[in-house]
């Protein structure tokens, strides 16, 4: 079974609007992180996380929030999408008592139109 | 620039032949993983690397820190390793992953 688990898995949203992707994972792992892969750049970091309760910026974070309510739990918000947040959202999870490997969700989606 | 650099950007192998891909750091990477992304999109982890070497059945990975590079031997190529590899490394403890933009791999029969 899946260990981690993204919804939803595609979005169509709105220039303005708010948008809210959701992360779960399963792994029982302290570090969760948020990344957008865009063609020609890779994966970039855009917010983390070190446990319940904390959040921090990664490389590319304006733009975007993140909540971690949950050891289980990561979101990333969109307060105010714009269409250049069109892109390929990832969600990973990881723990530095295992070596920090990081397991990814399977993606989602947007489309900021 | 950028900080992880792969090389090379695409690679076109026969089934059953070798390679290696490379990833050179500007940063002082500590920590080195290796990530396969299928046809599909799904991310897969091949290898975290401490500096040194580790092997993985046709898959060989070696992370030297001193020379900022790593390498991915891939032996015996099948249709199935197609996908796009991607480096990624961890240059300050924080867990913080900065990762290269890929080498798309076709295996052709």
């Known amino acids: 079974e899946a260990a981690v688990t993204q919804s939803p898995r595609n979005k169509v949203a709105v220039t303005g609007g708010k948008v809210t992707l959701s992360c779960n994972q399963t792994?029982?792992?302290?570090?969760m992180y948020w990344y957008r892969q865009d063609t020609g750049h890779g994966l970039r970091l855009i917010h983390y996380?070190?446990?319940?309760?904390?959040?921090e910026k990664g490389d590319i974070p304006d733009g975007y929030k993140a909540s971690r309510p949950s050891q289980e739990n990561f979101s990333l918000i969109l307060e105010l999408a714009t269409p250049s947040q069109t892109s390929v959202y990832f969600c990973a999870s990881g723990d530095r008592t295992v070596q920090d490997t990081q397991y990814f969700g399977p993606g989602t989606r947007l489309l900021v139109l | 620039g950028d900080k992880v650099k792969q090389s090379p950007s695409a690679l076109s192998l026969q089934e059953g032949t070798n390679s290696a891909l490379r990833c050179n750091f500007s940063i002082a990477a500590t920590t080195v993983q290796w990530f396969l992304q299928n046809p599909r999109g799904s991310l897969i982890n091949l290898f975290y690397?401490?500096?040194g070497t580790k092997e993985n059945g046709r898959l060989k990975s070696t992370f030297n820190s001193k020379e900022s590079y790593s390498t991915l031997h891939i032996r015996d190529a099948q249709l199935e390793d197609s996908g796009t590899y991607f480096c990624?490394?961890?240059?300050?403890?924080?867990?913080?992953?900065?990762f290269g933009t890929g080498t798309s791999l076709l295996v052709d029969p």
């Open positions: 690397l401490v500096p």
């Open positions: 996380s070190y446990g319940a309760g904390s959040t």
């Open positions: 792994n029982n792992h302290n570090n």
């Open positions: 990624a490394a961890d240059g300050n403890m924080g867990y913080k992953l900065t």
